[in-house]
């Protein structure tokens, strides 16, 4: 824990002007950044008694070890850099929305000649329309379904659409009068574009104008005495009708708002945003997040409003935004909002009507998400800390360990070693922080082992070493021996791969193992972290120095963590392995030939079947493959002479020699080239 005061800058050295703050914990990891109008005043709220600090603040204060400052123009640019930093750094200490899931939107993909709806997820694409978010896949699936009678747009995948276009016929849709089936031409691109704008004019809104068209048009197909057409129309009508009804109006001025509601508590608090265009709900989302620091109700409102537009830009960002409590300062938010939209927009809290209503709709909406969270993550908490506590009890550590990294080697009868790391960080898997490794029989200059046969106790010693080697190398670079403030960062800001050391390293395999992970550290003169290892057949935790290994109660929750810590690094190494296997049995003497890319190689072997029949071909009969060149045919024969070919099979039961292709280059029956998988006789059992 730091003393504040043992980086507090003096106040001269802070600017009095608008600009973004870093906080920096002992491993240069920013795990906090804030903006302000005046850098000196805010700063100075942070360097006051401790006592009087809030106790989210007083433990960002403690955990930090240093402070810096970026000095802005206007409070504008400081709200954009912040929320840029937010993103790249995704510091510990700031409020981040957890949104638990990824929420459909309906698109329609006018960047294509013939323009698609379909469901999309994700990140929004150039040219799409969106209509959205929704709650639930199926809501939008429906929604298109009664409209597709109406408007009948494209909705297939690109390879339907290309199999009809060259069948000349068109899908189910196409027959039962729900695509307009521009595969097939009976609608041209611009007719079809045409349809496409009216679907997304009717999505946005504008449903009346068009619904009174189609009621003169089937009036007028009544006094003609068309009464098939006029039936036709009255049901596209009552489609319509039934469509809109989805999505009741909630505001008879036909407003484009979103409404941010929050519920909070002393540790969380939950945002509910309802998207209404035309004055109708058009989809609706939520975030809940943790109260890291001392917030208010308009910080909450800033930040949601960071997250909800940061991507957006244009029709994208509503005229009117509706929140609960307003930021403080409101108008380089407000300005910032304009900017995104490219037009005005109105950030306000709404006093009265329909709109009021409305929020309190939402806010009940919020209420219930926090309750629903706080159900359903009680247990979750409360096992992940029992968890850590357990482990930290078993293994005698000092400390819960809150960065756990588990190790394990993988190979296919001592070829192909290699080892994974996985990273746990409060009982839940940090994927970005894994990191895989090619065993190479040697730790730094030193040569440790040949790298042939089953070694995992060397492998594992190895791989230890490696890993904490970079560590010190980055550790060296911190400050704490060489003054370096940007030791721990790349130079494009983002953190270096081994800069921050576990409270534990978890190894797969029992004594051995662990002993061979304990040796690398104490070579390497690092005491401070704790080692274990769990070992397959019976579950045991073995630590050093121990003749007997730790026996955790089968329904420990520690002992499911370290589980689920071992499966993940297993899965992550064999995941690994079995790539590599694959990429070497596909390997071939082709691909050292330089020049020769895949479309010649697939000709040559199609040309000979095989590469043992490519091997005795002459140059001559290499030439007359197409592409082939006498060049070209020289450097391959050449390439060929220099490889030699494997050693023939022998069946151990009868003594005969059996042929067997080389990997990579075996032809089917019709004589195309296909890419051989793991040959029969040597198949083995990965580890």
Known sequence: MADPSSYRPSPGQIPDSPGVYKFRD??????????????????????????????????????????????????????????????????????????????PYLAVTMNEQYPRVQVMRGHKKKGVRYFGPYAHAWAIRDTVDLLLRVFPVRTCSAGVFKNAARTGRPCLLGYIGKCSAPCVDRISAEDHRELADEFSDFMAGRTGTYIRRLEKRMTDAAEEMEYERAARLRDDIEALKKAMEKNAVVLADATDADLIAVAEDELEAAVQIFHVR????????????????????????????????????????????????????????????????????SLRIPQRGDKKALMETVARNAQQSLVLHKTKRASDLTTRSRALEEIAEALDLDSAPLRIECYDISHLQGDDVVASMVVFEDGLARKSEYRRFQIKGRVGDTQVWHGEGQDDV????????????????????????????????????????????????????????????????????????????????????????????????????????????????????????????????????????????????????????????????????????????????????????RTAPAAPAVNTATGEIMEEEEPGTTADPSGEPVAAGTPDRRRGQET
């Open 278 to 345: 035309g004055g109708r709900v058009r989809g609706q989302r939520g975030w809940v997040t943790d109260k890291v620091e001392a917030v208010t109700t308009g910080d909450l409102v800033e930040h949601a409003l960071q997250q909800l537009y940061g991507e957006e830009t244009g029709d994208s960002v509503p005229k009117e935004v509706l929140v609960p409590a307003l930021p403080d300062p409101v108008g380089p938010v407000q300005e910032w909002l304009t900017e995104r939209r490219g037009a005005q927009v």
């Open 458 to 641: 060397r492998s594992m010693h190895e791989v230890i070493a490696r890993r904490f080697r970079r560590y010190l190398a980055e550790k060296e670079k911190t400050g704490e021996w060489v003054e370096d403030d940007n030791a721990f960062t790349e130079e494009d800001g983002r953190p270096k791969r081994f800069a921050y050391p576990p409270q534990l390293v978890v190894v797969d395999g029992g004594r051995p193992q662990v002993a061979a992970a304990r040796r690398a550290l104490d070579e390497l003169g690092i005491d401070d972290i704790a080692v274990c290892g769990l070992a397959k057949r019976l579950e045991e935790v073995w630590v050093p120095g121990e003749d007997d290994p730790v026996v955790l109660p089968r329904t420990s929750e520690g002992l499911y963590l370290l589980q689920r810590v071992r499966d993940e690094a297993h899965r992550f190494a064999l995941t690994y392995q079995r790539t590599k296997r694959a990429k070497r049995f596909r390997a071939s003497p082709l691909d050292d030939v330089p020049g020769l890319g895949e479309a010649r190689k697939q000709a040559l072997l199609k040309h000979f079947g095989s590469l043992k029949k490519l091997r005795s071909a002459t140059i001559e009969q290499i030439c007359e493959v197409p592409g082939i060149g006498r060049k070209t045919a020289e450097t391959i024969a050449a390439a060929l002479a």
């Open 26 to 103: 002992e491993h240069r990891r920013v795990i906090y950044v804030g903006k302000a109008k005046s850098l000196r005043q805010r700063l100075a709220n942070y360097f006051q008694d401790l006592a009087g600090l809030h106790p989210r603040t007083r433990s960002m204060v403690t955990t930090a070890a240093s402070v810096e400052w970026t000095v802005v123009s206007t409070e504008v640019e400081a709200l954009q850099l912040e929320y840029s930093w937010i993103k790249e750094f995704d510091p510990r200490f700031n409020v981040k929305y957890r949104d638990d899931k990824s929420y």
